[in-house]
Each structure stands twice: as C-alpha cells, then as structure tokens.
C-alpha cells in the first residue's frame, strides 16, 4: 500500500481545492448538465455538445484547468502602480533591501505570473439564464433537423451545493415527419436529363425519416453530378428544395427545384438554361508570380495539345510535367480531374503555389490556365546537436544537406546530406561518419512497360538511395553500407502501397576484438559459468587481446556434452551468450524485398476519431541464395564469404483512436510481428525485435525486456516474436499543456528453435502469450503546434521473469522508467 499511497495524497490534496474561490455571491458554478429525451436520460456527447454552457473540463474526474486558473486572481494587478498599492509591505521590502528597479522588476514578475495562470487556466463556467434559453432553443433547432418539427424544450435550474448548481433539460421530441413524394422541377433540359440518369443515388427517399443532413448531402451530390457532368456555372444557389408540411406534417411532399444560369450584362440579369462546355484550351504558366503577372512569356512549347510558358528558358520537360495535367483538350469540364491536377502537382513538391482558374471562350467552350509558382531550386540544410547521456559524457554532431528540385528538368527531387559526430565516451574518444544520397522521381521507373499496371493518378513515384556510415570506437565500429529501390503509390484516398525491390544492406563490424569490452553483462555471465565448471580451459582475463581466447572458451564449454549433463543450466548460459556474440559480431549482407500496405481513414489533420492499419512482408536473401552456391562453416549461404541474411518477415500494426469530446482522446495500438529464419541463417541484430523505451513498453528501457521470462540484465534483449498492445486515455490540462494515463502490455520471445536458445525465452505454444509484462503509468505532454515535446512516466505492474508474484511488486517511482520522447508514442 505504500507504493501508492503517493497517489493517494496527491488525490486528496487536488479533491481539497476549491473550485468556487472566484464564483461570485449569488451565482451558481455549473456542475453538471442533465439532459433527458422523452423522459430518458442520454449521456450522447452529440447532444451535450449543443449545449452553449458546460461544465469546466475534467481530466481523470478532477477539474485542473479551473484549479490552474483560481491560483490567480481576476481582480489582481494590472501594472505596478496598481501592484505597489495592493502589497506596500512587499513592495519597501525589496526596495529597502536592494533598490526600486527590484522592486519594479518583482512587481511585473507577479502580475506575469497571475496573468499566466488565468490566461492558461479555465474560468469557472458561472450559469447564465440566457444562454440556457438559447440552448433550449439551439436544442429545439437541432430535432427539427432532425424531423421533429413539434419538438418542445424546457429547463431547470437546481442549487446542489454551495454555490454550485446543476441544469436539467427536457426534451420532448414528439412524432417524427416522414418525406412523401418527390418532384423536380428542372428548367434546362440538359440537366433534367443528367438528374433523371442518376436519380437512384439521391439521398431523398420515400418513406424515410425528414433529415437536414440529408438534403445537404443532395444538394452536395447535384452540385457534384453536374460540374462532373461538364456544367462548369453550376453551383448550390441554382438548387431549392421546397418541402410542403402544411397539409400534414407527419409527411411532407418535396419539389427539388433547379432553375437556369443567371448571367449580368449591363447591370441587368437574364437567364438562360445550362450547357455542357469542353476544354479547348490548356495553358500552364511553368515560372508565374505576382509580381512579373504582366511581363511577357518569351518561351514556350505545346505538349499532345497542351501548351507550356516560361517567361525564360522552360526548366521543366513538358513530358513529364503533361503526366500530372488530368485536363485534356476536347474533354468536357470535370470538376474532379481538375482537384485531380492540383493534387497530382502538389505531390510533385516542386511548386509552392497552384492555381487552375478556367476562362469562358463561349457557351460551348473553356480555357484552362494552370499557374504553378515553383519552389526555389536548391535548398542548403545545416542541423548541430550537443548532448550528453550516461554512456556518452559529452556529444557533439552536425548535418550538411542539399536539396535540389527539378534536378533532371522531370521534378525530380535529388538529396544529399552529409552527418558527423564528435563524442567522449567511457571508451575514450570516438567519432562517425556518414553519408546519403537519394533520388525521388514522380513515376515509375520499370522496365517492360510495367509502369502501365499503375496509372498515374494513382501518383506513383520511385526513389533510389544508398548511403553509407562509418565508426569509430562506438560499440563495434560497424560499417554500413546500404543500397534501396522502391517504388509508392496511392491506391486511392485511403489506401497506399510501397514495394521496396531493392533494400539492400552490407553490415561490416570493424572491432570485433572489442565485443566483450562493450557487453559487459555477457562476460560476468561467462565468469559464472566458469565457476561451475571447475576445471581448464581458464577464461582469459577480459582484454582484447585475449578476445579469440575468449571465444575459444565458449566453443570449448559448448562442445563438453559432460558438462551439459551434469550443469544444463550454465551450459544454456554459455550457449545464451555465444549465440548473442555470432549475431551481434558477424557480418551481414541483407538483400530485402518487401511489400507495404497502409490503410488510413484520417479526414483531416483535425479528425481524432479514425483507424490505422500497415502490413510489410519481406523476404531476404531468396533470390541471392539461389544463386550462391558457396556456404560457410555453418552451412550458411555466403557471396564473397560474406554470410547473407535468409529470413521472411511480417510485420502488422494496427491503431484506433476515438474522440471522446471535449479534446479528450482515446488511443490503441497493436503490432504483431515475426522473423522465420531458413538455411541455417541467423537474424542480424538491426532486423530483431526489441521491447521497451519511450514508444513501446514504457515501464523497461529500450532492449531491458525478454525475450520471454529471461531476467533481465543484459545490455541489449532480442527476439523473433513480438506482441505489444497499448491503451492510453488523452486529455487537456492546462492551456497547451495536455495529460494522458496509459498501459502497454507485451513482449518479445524466440522462435527460431536454436539450440542455442534457453527455454525461457522461447514461444513454445499459445500459452506462451501469458508471460506478457505490463506497464502502467502516466505522461505530460506539451503541445508546441509544430510537435509536441513528452515525459511519460512507466511503472512496472507485471514483470513475467519473477518466479511467483508477477504483479505489482515494484510499481513505484523508485523503479519507474521516465522516458522523454517527441509527439506521441503512436
């Protein structure tokens, strides 16, 4: 209990607060709103979201935004004069004590500080008679919407406690109106001929209930049906719909009227009926600004009917920039290949400003004029970073890069970056380097005509990159050199595709001799278990020069078949450390090919209630096994001796995250994944999975947990089998600081079968799934528009390595994990 007796204070110390320290005499905080719908009580967060007065917001049942605000005071000083009156005593002192510069320094300091908090925090939310009339009244507005045109609304006012009060609305809806017939009543002839072609998808039924929404979404799918149709003067203002209650308003006729094309000429207005009108014309202004709108174009060229300007010299290859233009000429006017074109071009990331605007010729014809003011060509990048942590004392880095747009006059996007770094570590100085280079071009380079399986409103796009990084004293010194293609495309709104062909990486370790030297905990394991076994060969003493004798002891120890009889344990240790010693110290050549899918409903940036769903399947070292026939001491396939990687691997995600109301926000995560190795091949360290850290199991640090109830102890955990689920609950604070409380429950295990693997951390059967670790804990995040900066604190509320309590035996801030993080963990 005394674990969380901290909690318990604090909740007592907040619940002790007042939350009517600044509610004037004789008025009454709102506490609660009470709302019932045919003598039902309804707690939906769409009513209660139509009420103009609610009480202050709450995070975990408490309201600490009005807590934040009532640390100051409204009737506090504005200026110092006004400071220095209201606290005299304050105000001499420190001008007695230093000087009256101070003294106007601390006043200012003050009325900063109690601005801050009323400006942060939340007033209370006092009633107001008025607002509570006209939220009767938006109540009674919203179910006519909805179809009850008799719906009455009435409210009552109650004193609860002191000087708070709470509301209660009564809502009865009464019977509901139903739509009757449909007219139209259409005046040119060619729209009532479109409207009557697709009539079945209209939104207004017979028979079902009357809903605004409804004949908002019609008016939507006419304006929709006829820009698409080519009548480019359509809009919602030719639309009228004339429902008739009259007679009975448990049913009501509806005439949808659509007149004709209101045109001005000479200050007088005239009608005339719509026409469908083609694009003869297609102009695209390559090099437009504001400022040269009236200088002349001095160079142009006309692409399969579309014509190119630049006011120079034409940057940009109309072959490749005609692919992104979905306006043909002779094609009628189309309102959705016209979204399709500033789409298609924004994605380009060439052009900072698209504009299609459309000139009439005559009733049968349209220009199209599509200006793009373009991005500046190059694009120089300097970043540098010092920091400090306890495996490096001192760090310091920086990153040169160069961006250049257009580089082959094709929008393509070529990048450059160059990164080093400066460190001081227990191991004494050390330093990397390194180096990336990519080309993005906005279609598909394949050969045999396989660019035609996309289509290009699909915005396929293909990226080539390598790059390459070198270290010095920094764990192994590892070498990396790495060489990708792939191709991305959006299937359509919500869904989208990468196939990575080419993911290619050589890993070289350079200071093997060093491997002890930096894991530590795998030499004090090999220290135990040449205690157990008593008798010669010695370890040598842990230096690199006696780094093969080392090595030549574990292969020693793992040949004694006595020994495995008569001490299974330290014989499995020795087998543990020796197997994590060839993963993490061989080299690898890694030649991945992999398929992405992304399923994402997001709206908007603004939309908080939506799903998340990835898939990647990979495969290495398939094709290149085939065709090597050479093979290592253990029997693994190799290209120039070096050993290639041989695996399949499937990783899936899911994320669900639901708007509560009120910026309150509930989040889950679940990923599922698994590495099966074959031909003998082991799984290099950079493609095993891990649990832990500041965006997954947040109670261990990164690599501290598993694989499956192994202790923990070890510098770096690995495993081929992972499950990790989250659940975390967000919510506002204070101003632009926000709260959440969360759990993640997972692990990682092996599934290899390795003899070399002990059978702790093994996945054996579904049963397997129970030695999962828990964490549960809380986090503050502070939201700066741009990202959002994060402490999330984790305890420990299941640790699957303790042989019999597992629950709750260190959930305390003593062996809580604090984890500092960038925007949200998912």
Not at 492 to 497: A, C, P, Y
Request: with cysteine.
């Amino acid at each position: 209990m005394k674990k969380l007796s901290f909690y318990f204070l604090l909740l007592v110390f907040l619940s002790s607060c007042s939350t009517i320290e600044h509610v004037p005499e004789n008025e009454l905080l709102l506490s609660k709103n009470i709302i019932y719908i045919d003598s039902v009580k309804t707690s939906k967060e769409k009513i209660h979201g139509l009420l103009l007065q609610r009480p202050n917001a709450k995070a975990l049942g408490l309201p600490l935004s009005l807590y934040f605000y009532n640390l100051g005071n409204p009737q506090g000083s504005q200026d110092v004069s006004e400071w220095r009156k209201n606290h005299p005593g304050w105000y001499n002192l420190f001008k007695d004590l230093f000087s009256e510069k101070q003294s106007i320094s601390v006043a200012k300091t003050f009325i900063g500080l109690n601005n801050w908090y009323l400006e942060n925090g939340q007033p209370p939310v006092i009633i107001d008679d008025e607002k509570t009339e006209d939220t009767e009244q938006n109540l009674e507005n919203y179910f006519f919407t909805e179809g009850y045109f008799r719906a009455n609304v009435t409210s009552k006012k109650d004193s609860i406690a002191k000087k708070k009060g709470a509301i209660t609305y009564y809502i009865q809806k009464g019977k509901p109106t139903f739509l009757d017939s449909i007219y139209t009543s259409i005046e040119s002839p060619i729209l009532d001929s479109i409207y009557h072609i697709n009539k079945k998808k209209s939104f207004l039924r017979k028979g079902e209930q009357y809903k605004n929404q409804n004949f908002i979404n019609e008016a939507n799918r006419i304006v929709n049906l006829y820009r698409n149709k080519g009548i480019f003067h359509f809009n919602e203002n030719n639309i009228l719909f004339e429902p008739d209650t009259l007679s009975n308003y448990q049913k009501t006729d509806v005439e949808i009227n659509i007149s004709d094309r209101l045109i001005e000429e000479n200050g007088e207005y005239s009608s005339k009926p719509f026409k469908i009108q083609k694009i003869k014309n297609i102009n695209v202004f390559t090099d437009y600004t504001y400022e040269l709108r009236q200088q002349p174009y001095l160079d142009s060229v006309s692409y399969t009917g579309i014509s190119f300007f630049a006011h120079n010299k034409l940057r940009y290859n109309p072959k490749y920039l005609a692919q992104s233009v979905f306006i043909q000429p002779n094609q009628i006017y189309t309102d959705s290949l016209r979204s399709l074109t500033r789409i298609h071009l924004r994605g380009l990331k060439n052009f900072k400003s698209i504009s299609i605007r459309y000139n009439e010729i005559n009733d049968d014809e349209l220009e199209a004029n599509i200006f793009l003011t373009p991005i500046e060509k190059y694009t120089l990048g300097v970043e540098t970073e010092l920091s400090r942590s306890n495996i490096r004392n001192f760090d310091i880095s920086a990153k040169f890069s160069l961006l250049n747009r257009n580089t082959f006059r094709g929008a393509e996007i070529f990048r450059f970056s160059v990164l080093g770094a400066y460190f001081n570590s227990r191991n004494g100085p050390g330093w990397e380097l390194g180096s990336n280079l990519s080309l993005e071009i906005p279609r598909f380079m394949a050969p045999f005509g396989l660019h035609k399986f996309v289509p290009k409103s699909m915005m396929p796009r293909t990226t080539f990159q390598t790059g390459i990084s070198i270290q010095k004293n920094i764990a192994l010194d590892k070498q990396n050199i790495s060489l990708g293609v792939d191709y991305k495309w959006q299937y359509n709104e919500r869904k989208s595709i990468q196939l990575e062909l080419l993911n290619a990486q050589y890993i070289r370790n350079l200071n093997v001799d060093n491997y002890f030297n930096i894991y530590q905990s795998e030499y004090s394991k090999l220290i135990q278990v040449e205690n157990a076994y008593g008798s010669a060969p010695n370890l040598p003493n842990n230096t690199p020069n006696n780094f093969e004798g080392i090595v030549s002891f574990m292969r020693t120890i793992a040949s004694d078949v006595n020994f495995r009889n008569e001490n299974p344990q330290a014989f499995q240790d020795n087998l543990n450390v020796y197997n994590r010693y060839r993963i993490i110290s061989s080299d690898f050549l890694i030649p991945e090919i992999a398929y992405n899918f992304t399923y994402n409903n997001q709206e908007n940036v603004n939309d908080a209630s939506f799903s998340f769903f990835r898939a990647r399947i990979a495969n290495s070292g398939n094709v290149m096994g085939l065709l090597s026939k050479q093979e290592n001491a253990n029997g693994q396939k190799t290209v120039f001796k070096i050993p290639v990687a041989q695996y399949f691997k499937t990783d899936l995600e899911y994320k669900k995250f639901w708007d509560l109301g009120r910026s309150t926000v509930l989040a889950h995560r679940t990923f599922l994944g698994a590495i099966i190795t074959y031909n003998g091949s082991n799984i290099p360290f950079s493609k095993s999975y891990f649990a832990g850290g500041s965006n997954d199991i947040r109670a261990w640090r990164t690599y501290d947990l598993g694989p499956g109830t192994r202790k923990t102890g070890l510098e770096y955990n690995i495993g081929s089998l992972k499950f990790l689920s989250s659940l975390e609950y967000r919510f506002p604070m204070v101003g632009s600081i926000k709260g959440a409380v969360f759990m993640d429950a997972g692990n990682i295990w092996d599934i290899t079968n390795s003899s070399f693997v002990d059978e702790e951390a093994k996945f054996k059967n579904l049963k397997s799934i129970t030695d999962m670790a828990v964490a549960a804990g809380f986090g503050v995040r502070y939201d700066l528009k741009f990202l959002v900066a994060r402490l999330d604190i984790g305890f420990k509320a299941r640790e699957p390595y303790l042989n019999d309590k597992r629950w709750f035996q260190n959930f305390n801030f003593s062996n809580a994990v604090y984890n500092i993080g960038i925007n949200y963990p998912f």
